[in-house]
């Protein structure tokens, strides 16, 4: 069992990412907001954690910048929705900034668990 951050303004999401996550065994924290998320990482130590990079009271990339500069090793996959290119865009600048996994949403919740068995592999090859 692993204990994950969710920090998304979208409750259905932070709702369907619990869901699945918890169905597979983990232990779930959630904030709707990067100030919210920032106290709880601080707060706590976690596993993983998943982070919307379009946050509306606060970016999602100043977010994952704030959280890697307080612990660059930190786990992160960053989620990102909308129409074009510009998700991918805005998800490529969170991989160069060092995030593990990118996620574009709608997110099926196989490709989910895969993302998130893989990245909790490396944790445990780690130790």
């Not at 232990?27 to 990079?53: K, P």
């Not at 574009?104 to 919740?109: L, Q, S, Y």
């Amino acid at each position: 069992m692993a204990r994950f951050l969710i920090i998304d303004g979208d409750a259905k999401w932070r709702g369907m990412l619990r869901l699945a996550l918890e169905a597979d065994g983990h232990c779930i924290e959630d904030a709707e907001t990067g100030a919210a998320g920032l106290q709880a990482f601080r707060a706590r130590r976690h596993d993983l954690v998943m982070c919307d990079v379009t946050e509306p009271e606060q970016d999602g990339l100043e977010t994952i910048d704030r959280l890697l500069a307080e612990r660059p090793a930190a786990r992160i996959i960053a989620m990102c929705a909308g129409p074009g290119d510009r998700p991918m865009e805005i998800l490529a600048t969170a991989a160069k900034m060092g995030v593990q996994a990118i996620l574009r949403k709608p997110i099926a919740v196989d490709q989910l668990i895969f993302t998130v068995l893989n990245l909790l592999d490396g944790i445990d090859d780690a130790v």
